[in-house]
Nanobody, 127 residues
C-alpha cells in the first residue's frame, strides 16, 4: 500500500506562484508514473501534469507553459511548480501514482489509470 501526502497549497494572488509537493510513503517513485490532477467545485477531476518512470512529462492544455512537474526518486517526492497562476486554477489538487502498469515512457492522462491518490491540497488564486 502506497500513501501519498500533498503539501504546499494555499492562497495566492493572480500572477503568483506556488509549489506543491507529494511525498510517497513506500515503494519507489522511479518505478511509478505520477500525476497531478485538480478538481474545482461542480467540475470533473482534470489532468494537470504527469511524469513517467523515465521522467517524460506531459501537461494539460490549460497549464502548458506555466506549470512544471518534477520528481526526486531518492526522496520519493514529486513536485508541481505553478507559475503565472490564474483564478481559474483554483481547485483541490491531488497527487496520484500508477503502480507500473504502463511502459516507462508512458504518462497516463486519465484518472482511471492511477491506483493511489493523496487526500488533496487546496489552491486558491484570488483576482
Amino acid at each position: 500500500q502506497v500513501q501519498l501526502v500533498e503539501s504546499g497549497g494555499g492562497l495566492v494572488q493572480a500572477g503568483g506562484s506556488l509549489r506543491l509537493s507529494c511525498a510517497a510513503s513506500a515503494g519507489t517513485l522511479s518505478r511509478y508514473a505520477m500525476g497531478w490532477f485538480r478538481q474545482a467545485p461542480g467540475k470533473e477531476r482534470e489532468f494537470v501534469a504527469g511524469i513517467s518512470w523515465y521522467g517524460i512529462t506531459t501537461y494539460g492544455n490549460s497549464v502548458k507553459g506555466r506549470f512544471t512537474i518534477s520528481k526526486d526518486n531518492a526522496k520519493n517526492m514529486v513536485d508541481l511548480q505553478m507559475d503565472s497562476l490564474k483564478p481559474e486554477d483554483t481547485a483541490v489538487y491531488y497527487c496520484a501514482a500508477d503502480m507500473g502498469k504502463f511502459s516507462p515512457s508512458v504518462v497516463p492522462a486519465t484518472r482511471y489509470a492511477y491506483d493511489y491518490w493523496g487526500q488533496g491540497t487546496q489552491v486558491t488564486v484570488s483576482s
